[in-house]
């Protein structure tokens, strides 16, 4: 956790929140390996996307889960490169925002 978090700090990003998503379900009684969600914004991305289409606010924040699988630990990514599928528009901001989240995910795993 500690590595993600830096390497987002890292890029001048922002953090806004950490889902312990393995303690909610816990304290409603059910059980899973660690799993946490961190929510992290970049503020000129974030803008480009409300300005083309306010409805792709529910793609945000970006995301990055980590999680423990057969007791090794995984970190990966949602993809804000499909977005320019959709809006070609975006296709050069949404490559740019992937490449960065992919960066935190490689620098994280180090």
Known sequence: ?????????????RVLHIHDISVMLANAGFSIEPLSIVEFCSEKFASELLRTDVKLSLMMPCKISIYVKDGKTYISALRPSAIGDFYSELTDAAEQEDALNLGIVKEAKI
């Open 1 to 13: 956790m500690k590595s993600v978090l830096e390497a987002i700090k890292k890029r001048g990003l």
